[in-house]
């Protein structure tokens, strides 16, 4: 998917609402243990209603590699229901030594050797540019590169002063080297909202990957007002606080309500901060 066609996704539908498929075998509504594939059945229940008020999803892979074999085979069969119209996104978090990158993209770009064909994963950029660019090597395929994120720990690292500048900021300088606007993203936090209006000033036209809205307290009007920009800019990911909205049979409708409200919400800062 491009850069345009995402934009238009996201003008179409008024929405920038990633769903993320943190799908929890402990989690799910007990009925759903009776099926022969309860992650994927959930899964593909979620996105039947969740399909019309988003233009991304993200499964976040750990919770299908905990489950082995059979997690992958549901990851497989998740990644094919999902709309063609939408954007997805492999939260991963790989970064390796450049041929081991190499085949990590594979993994989850390459159909022909794996089964999975996703538009995107994330990478953590610590061990620098030829962990990277491995997966640019894919054409067509996007790279959303770890900057600043939501968890306590963030300021371990990615806060620190390298030569009178933030880690992050060096990671958002150095890496538009490697690719453009085109086909990087970056992930940026949604409880860091006060850094937004600096990180704009570095990449302006990029897209921002951002979770931490919903559960994790995240502000969306805080963030749309400072991380817009004349393409929207964003993907905002919701994760528990739309799959997990009920936990009964209707978990599904549930869902729905949540990603729908969360679409209106959206519309409304579209109109008023996306120039």
Known sequence: MTYQELFQQISTKRSYLCVGLDTDIQKIPAHLLKTDDPIFEFNKQIIDATADY???????????????P???????????????????????????????????????FDPASSG????SITVAPYMGSDSVTPFLAFEGKWVILLA????????????????????????????????GSERMMYVVGATQASDFEKIRTIIPDHFLLVPGVGAQGGNLE???????????????NASRSIIYAGNGTDFAEKAKQEAFALQKEMAVYLDKYCS
């Not at 371990?156 to 958002?172: I, S, W």
Request: proline share 3%; net charge neutral.
């Open 54 to 68: 988003c233009v991304s999803y993200k499964p976040n892979i750990a919770f299908y590699e905990a489950l082995g």
């Open 70 to 108: 059979k997690g992958w085979e549901s990851l497989q069969k998740t990644v094919e229901y999902i709309p063609k119209s939408h954007f997805t996104i492999a939260d991963a978090k790989r970064g390796d030594i450049g041929n081991t990158s190499g085949l990590y993209a594979r993994a989850f």
């Open 116 to 119: 999975l064909d996703f538009d």
């Open 148 to 179: 600043l994120t939501s968890n306590p720990g963030s300021a371990d690292f990615q806060r620190l002063d390298v030569e009178g500048a933030t880690l992050y900021e060096n990671v958002l300088r150095t890496s538009q080297t490697w690719a």
């Open 222 to 236: 805080e963030v749309s007002k400072f991380g817009m920009n004349k393409s929207c800019g964003l993907l905002v």
